[in-house]
Nanobody, 124 residues
Framework: VQLQASGGGLVQSGGSLRLSCALS????????VVWSRQAPGKERERISC????????YYADSVKGRFTISGDNTGKTVYLQMNSLKPEDTAVYFC??????????????????WGEGTLVTVSS
């Protein structure tokens, strides 16, 4: 079971980026996948979740209305569309799963599988 995040980069404030999380060894259809981020000097923050089991999603208040999580039809990729980016969105972004079959977003607990992060830098 592996996850690999990609799509990070440097963008100006107000711009957009789309992150991708490639899943191997499992598909979104039976699990939930979470996006988290960690800014320099700060704790890791869970910002979004999607469950392929019931389609439930979750957004932290800090990104609600600006970020959209989705999965492709194959269940092998999860996306995070990030719009109206702010300098405070600068962080390393990770995708992860608790790898529990049948999990919906409200039930997600401790992540057990993490991908390598991708750096997002938003300039002011």
């Amino acid at each position: 079971v592996q996850l690999q995040a990609s799509g990070g980069g440097l963008v100006q404030s107000g711009g957009s980026l789309r992150l991708s999380c490639a899943l191997s060894g499992f598909t979104l259809h039976y699990y939930a996948v979470v996006w988290s981020r960690q800014a320099p000097g700060k704790e890791r923050e869970r910002i979004s979740c999607i469950s392929g089991v019931d389609g439930s999603t979750y957004y932290a208040d800090s990104v609600k209305g600006r970020f959209t999580i989705s999965g492709d039809n194959t269940g092998k990729t999860v996306y995070l569309q990030m719009n109206s980016l702010k300098p405070e969105d600068t962080a390393v972004y990770f995708c992860a799963t608790d790898y529990m079959v049948g999990r919906t977003c409200p039930g997600v607990r401790r992540m057990s599988k993490w991908g390598e992060g991708t750096l997002v830098t938003v300039s002011s």
